[in-house]
């Protein structure tokens, strides 16, 4: 019994041991499962920190090193955050500019705008895109940079702040600038181009009409500057134009516009007119500054303009008919002699119409016998007799009526009409000394004039020769008159020219003397015999100081060069007087004799001729 007690309990025992082990062994299990779960949650914890570290790191990176600016502000709009681009741009320190405000860094005009920008965002919780500011810091621009702006909310989804990301658009904004300013103004003297004169010219109208007030457009256009250019070269004309479009400046007011419209056209904007007496005085500031001294190619020269003016709202209510009436009035001033100024009124309107005309009748005229000779004489006032006389050409068309010479003469230029008119005019003018000379009236010297494209011309020489044989007329009673500023600058052909002309016999005449550029030392070269003053010198003699003196110093010249000096365009017996006194030689104008028909020429000259008296 006892033994079979202890089997039972050894068995009992080891029963429970293996129970205990088997107990053991599902909670080492567990245990492990359990530490195993734990190992894999710390684990998978620091992976996710590091992936977040990562991240912002990566972000903050991106942030740092991208081309972008970047930045973060409060709602009171300071810095909390930004990229390196940014600080290093505006030349602060990170600390220097962490909690200042956006606003100082942008100009004044811009400040309202963008803080209505930042309220928009607010208010909608949107983002805005593509807003171009210029950076400055002091007064200085660091850069134009196109803005988005972006909310920036906390956890809880509410608006801390605003962020901002942009790119500089310098480069950009400067060329667009630049191709703006072309588009706007003239490349050649930086004034505001035609465009530009007429937005600034609608605008000054609305003002004007707005405020019940008139104002004032004048339009310029220098004389023979196709000759000049043409002549002395394109970098010399431009040349001019700077210098020019300079001196308009100087003679006006800072507010007064003076635009290009090309060529050698100018426009010039006046606004609050009150009297036209004013307009009247800035226009002949203008002429007298356009007038004095300028050195080109080292030579000291001398430019005339012609000045139309229309008034606003009295000659025209809109640009476009405000600009086209003061050309008209500046092809009136042409027409009257050049280096002069002239208001438009309705009467000078039609002549404008009539140049289209001109051309094409131009073409027919000489075959249809249109043309015929007027001729003014010149009075030698030590001899009291008339000493040479000047033919002028008339054209009389059926549809156009008389068309002066100023209005033909030029389109002849242009079409080389001038060519076939200048061989008839020599012809009949040596035809015409002959017969006179026939009807027993004194020899007397003939005057034609000659331009530009006739004194180029490779035929000239020989047209001459031919028609002095022809007509049987003496070389030296001829004299050819031409033009001042087409002499000067093409010298050697010129002098040449000149010097076969003077060969023969016939005298040389320089005409319209004063309005070009031309000095003593340049006009010595040349075989002049005579010297004409042109007439707007002497228009003004009685009224104006600086054409007295003007005019004085030219015959001066001319007598120490031994020219005969003619003084052109006399009207008055004052202009005559202030002649006499300052040694000129001859006069011509309507003061003595308008240009007239050769039979009353014929009178003239045999009441004038070496016996008879002076002019009344
Ligand atoms: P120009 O050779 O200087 O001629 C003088 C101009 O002044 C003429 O104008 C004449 O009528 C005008 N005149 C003369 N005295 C007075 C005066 O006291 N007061 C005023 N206000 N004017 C006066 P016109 O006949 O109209 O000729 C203008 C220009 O046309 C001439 O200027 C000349 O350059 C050109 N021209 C005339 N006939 C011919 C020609 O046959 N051939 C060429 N190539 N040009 C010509
Ligand atoms: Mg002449
Ligand atoms: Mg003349």
Redesign the pocket.
Known sequence: MNEETTITENQLFKSQIAALEQLLEVYEKSVLEKTDELYTEITKRKQMEEVLQQSEERYRTIIDEMEEWYFEIDLKGNFTYFNDLLANALGLSRNELLGKSFQEFVKKEDSDSISRLFNEIFKTGKSTRNFVYELTRGNATVAYIEFSFFPRRNKRAKIVGFRGVGHDITERKRAEDRIQFFATHDGLTGLPNRLMFTQLLNHAIESARHHKRRLAVFFIDLDRFKIINDTMGHETGDLLLQQISMRFKQSLRAADIVGRMGGDEFMILIEEVHELSKVAEIAHKILANTMKPIVLLDEECRVTASLGISIFPKDGEDEQSLMKNADTAMYFAKEEGKNNYQFYSKNIKTLSIEHMAIETNLRLALERNEFSLHYQAKFDFKTNVISGVEALLRWQNPELGTVTPTQFIPIAEETGLIIPIGKWVLKTVCAQNVAWQKQGLPAVRMSI?VSPRQAMDDNLIHDIKTTLKNTGMASNLLEL?I?ESMVMHNPTQMISVLAEIKKMGVRLAI??FGTSYSSLAQIKHFPFDTL?V??SFIRNISENAEDMAIAKAIITMGKTLNLTVVA??VETIEEMNFLKENSCDEMQGYYFSRPIIPEDFADLLREHSPIATRPA
């Open positions: 004039n008159e033009n005409d319209d004409k042109d007439r052109e365009g």
